[in-house]
Each structure stands twice: as structure tokens, then as C-alpha cells.
């Protein structure tokens, strides 16, 4: 493992041309820094994510537009309108038009990529000039060369043995030269098209890009000073937490917490590289460090909090001491793409959950499974998330919890599976107060 380390900086991070100067000088605060990885500026890729979605006219399209080139115009302002710089950012947006006029006749989600990455193209773009302006030896680089894909387009999978090839051969190079910026989130199929790996998938692209440089650590710049004790927005007594171990950070990231995407801990875990996330408005408040182990192992860590989860509940008599039914349950599931994240089972029924789940369950997965159960759809829910350690193997850990959130109707638990999590579902609009509720009494100051 070398010394290299890599900057990640979010959307929020590079809203403007401010913004960017406050990033500007977290690079040069750090020599051993060499690629800068980019997320569009914010409220870019909402546009541009309207705009690939063919669902408006042309008043409106033209409207979206002038948004979002009011967001480009705006840093260029700030840095005094080169001309090459100019000429590119305004190709870039002729192109989008383009795009999105092709995509109000016939949307397709390779269509919507190409669209879409555009926005790391520009954010990338400027941010060159503008680290040139301040003396930087900074280099534009295309992440499309190297972060090979399969054509599952709006949710890549990224090709690891040809990223690490691609990295050798066309990154690490430039990287042992000078400040490389290049973009998140997208990539390339085989076919050359643009790709996306999904939204969040920027912190996921600085995460495998770290792993295939052989870097010693990958930093998550955004707009809050790392990882809190539960959503600050929620409960004000949050609190950041200095270091946290990655079982703890994966689980709270898969579980709700929006500071993390859930992919990014994949790649630092194989390769034991410590992540750390900060603020890029407040780098002096420090972060928090993700590691493999920390010398603090607190029963109880952090709370996270996913909504619009929907709770399927499947029953059949033939279930019982039969052999075969969750494999034909899951087959279906898997044809459709449909991931499961918690489950529960009795004798006749099976009662699972689905993250944003009444998007997936359409009438062909519905009248598929009513093949073989009854089905029983509950939407309104959201899962709760405790993270700590050894919380299984942990008297009364469970009894604390209940006592903490009174006479709240839970509909399903899981515990046990891990001993880092305990989670549960409630109606939605008792979440936030079931959160308040267990922070005073579980992680009280």
C-alpha cells in the first residue's frame, strides 16, 4: 500500500465556485493527495434526471434548462469565462438539450445515463481550472477509460479485474505526476456507452478507484462532519463519532444513514483502507474514521432510519413441512430484481420487507407469487436501525429497547442474524419520535 490518498467531494461540495475553492484547499492542505473524485454539482443531476425522463414539454424541458446552465454560468462567472473552458461547458449543455429532446420522444435508460453523467463531466471540468487558477498541477481525466461496466444502465456493476488493469496501465501513472480529478458515478459498458452506477455511486467510484490504486485511505468529503450518533436533523443531541469499526459503519449504511453510500465499505474492507468522512465547509471540526477495528466496541453505537419500507406477508398452507417454497418465493424475487432485507418466518407465512418496495412489487410480481400463497402487502413503514456491538450476545438488550419506546406497535423484528444490529418496523409517522425516544435513553451524552 502506497501513501496516495483519495478525495472524494460530494455534490453540496461543489455547488459553486465557493464551494469549490473550500475544496480546492483541503487538496493542497495535502501533498499525498492525488485524485480528486467528483460528484455533479448540487441540484444537477435532478435536473438532468428530469430532464432523461421524457415526461415533460417543452416549456418545461427549456425551463430545466436554463436552471441548469444558470448552476455552470455561474462558476464560470467566478472564474472569469475562459475561453477553451467556455467553449467546452457550452458544448456539454448543447449536447444535453440534444439529449433531452431525443429523450422526450423515446426515454430509454441507456438514453438517461448519457444524460445524466454529464453533470460529473462539467463539475470535473471546472474544478480543473479552477485548482490551475490557484496553482495546482491538476489533470482532467475521463473515469470512463478505466471503470469498465456491464450494461445494466442506472445500476452498473463495475468489472474489478479490468478496473484494476485500466488503473495500472492509464491512472496510476498520471497520479504519480500530478492532482488527478475525474468524476463518480459513471462508467462505461463494454460497448463504450455511458454508464451509472446508481445514485450515490460516487462515494462507491472513489472507493474502488482507492482500492485499485493501492491507496492508503479514501476520504468522503460532504457537507456534514462525519458520522453521527443518529440523523442530527432528527434528534439535535446527536453527536459525531470519532471512529467507528466497518461493521458498525456498513450497517448503518445499509440501513439508512445518508452519509454513506451502502456499496462504498465493499471495496475498503477487502482491502483493509481506512475511510474517513468530513465536511468540506468545516474541515477544522474533523470527521469521523472508518476502520476495521476500534479500540471503543460500545453496546450501543448509532441509530439509523430507513423509510417507505413495505412489508410483505406471504401464507400458505402447503408451506408447512414442505420443502421448496421459499426457493420458488425468492426465484421470483430474483427474476425481478428485487433484493430482500429483512425476514421473518412461521409454520404457514413468510414475512419479508422491501426498501422502496412498492416501486419493485408490480402486478406481474404480485400475480406471480399469488401462484403460490396469499399475499398481503403493508406499505407506511419504516425500519428502525440500532447498531452497536454484541448486541446478541448481550442480556437485556431487547428489554432496554422495548422500555425505551413504550407502547409504539412494532409490525416485524430482526435479531440475531448480526450481533451489530437490532432492527424493527414501525408506522412511519411514530419513526421519528420512536428515534428520539431510543437515542435519549440508549445514547444519552
Known amino acids: 500500500m502506497n ?13 459553486d465556485a465557493d464551494a469549490m475553492s473550500r475544496c480546492a484547499a483541503i487538496l493542497e492542505q495535502n501533498p499525498d493527495t492525488r485524485l480528486a473524485v467528483l460528484s455533479a454539482s448540487s441540484g444537477v443531476t435532478n435536473l438532468l ?20 446552465t444558470a448552476i455552470e454560468q455561474g462558476i464560470l462567472d467566478s472564474l472569469q469565462r475562459p475561453e477553451m473552458l467556455t467553449r ?24 438517461s445515463d448519457e444524460i445524466v453523467a454529464q453533470g460529473e463531466m462539467m463539475s470535473t471540468k471546472l474544478f480543473v ?17 478505466v471503470m469498465r461496466t456491464d450494461d445494466r444502465f442506472s445500476r452498473a456493476t463495475p468489472d474489478l479485474v479490468t478496473l484494476k488493469a485500466e488503473v495500472e496501465k492509464e491512472l496510476k501513472p498520471l497520479c504519480d505526476k500530478q492532482l488527478v480529478v475525474t468524476q463518480g458515478f459513471i462508467g462505461a459498458a463494454p460497448d463504450g456507452r455511458t454508464t451509472t452506477l446508481g445514485r450515490g455511486g460516487s462515494d462507491f467510484s472513489a472507493a474502488l478507484l482507492t482500492e485499485a490504486l493501492n491507496a492508503s485511505a479514501v476520504q468522503i468529503w460532504t457537507d456534514v462532519p462525519g458520522i453521527y450518533t443518529t440523523d442530527p436533523r432528527l434528534v439535535s443531541e446527536a453527536r459525531a463519532i470519532p471512529e467507528i469499526s466497518f461493521s458498525e459503519a456498513s450497517e448503518m449504511a445499509t440501513f439508512g444513514a445518508k452519509v454513506l453510500h451502502p456499496a462504498t465499505l465493499q471495496p475498503a474492507v477487502r482491502c483493509q ?5 468530513g465536511s468540506s465547509r468545516a474541515p477544522e471540526e474533523g470527521g469521523t474514521w472508518i476502520r476495521n477495528s476500534t479500540p471503543s466496541q460500545p453496546l450501543f453505537r448509532a441509530l439509523a432510519l430507513r423509510r417507505n419500507q413495505v412489508l410483505l406477508t406471504l401464507t400458505s398452507q402447503s408451506m408447512f413441512q414442505a420443502h421448496g417454497f421459499l426457493a420458488e418465493v ?21 414475512s419479508l420487507t422491501l426498501d422502496a418496495g412498492a416501486e419493485l412489487l408490480t402486478e406481474e410480481v404480485k400475480t406471480e407469487l399469488g401462484r403460490h400463497c396469499h399475499l398481503k402487502v403493508e ?28 407502547d409504539v406497535n412494532i409490525r416485524m423484528i430482526c435479531y440475531g442474524a448480526s450481533p451489530h444490529n437490532f432492527c424493527f418496523l414501525v ?3 411514530k419513526a421519528t419520535q420512536v428515534i428520539a425516544d431510543l437515542h435519549k435513553e440508549l445514547l444519552p451524552a
Do not use: C, Y
Not at 430532464?51 to 418545461?60: D, F, I, K, V, Y
Open 3 to 15: 501513501q496516495t490518498v483519495v478525495a472524494k467531494f460530494g455534490g453540496t461540495s461543489v455547488a
Open 427 to 429: 408506522e412511519e409517522d
Open 330 to 350: 425468492f426465484g421470483i424475487l430474483a427474476k425481478h430484481k428485487i433484493s430482500v432485507d429483512l425476514i421473518t418466518t412461521s409454520e404457514i407465512s413468510v
Open 129 to 145: 481550472e479552477l485548482l490551475r487558477s490557484r496553482g495546482t498541477d491538476a489533470v482532467w481525466f475521463d473515469v470512463r477509460k
Open 49 to 68: 434526471v428530469a430532464l432523461a425522463s421524457g415526461n415533460h414539454g417543452p416549456a418545461e424541458r427549456e425551463q430545466m434548462l436554463q436552471q441548469l
Open 379 to 406: 406499505d407506511g413503514l419504516a425500519l428502525v436501525a440500532l447498531i452497536g456491538n454484541r448486541m446478541s450476545e448481550s442480556g437485556g438488550t431487547a428489554s432496554r429497547v422495548f422500555q425505551a419506546i413504550g
Open 273 to 277: 483502507i481506512p475511510v474517513f468522512v
Open 88 to 111: 467546452h461547458i457550452e458544448d456539454i449543455l448543447n449536447h444535453i438539450r440534444e439529449l433531452a429532446d431525443s429523450a422526450a420522444i423515446s426515454p430509454t435508460k441507456a438514453l
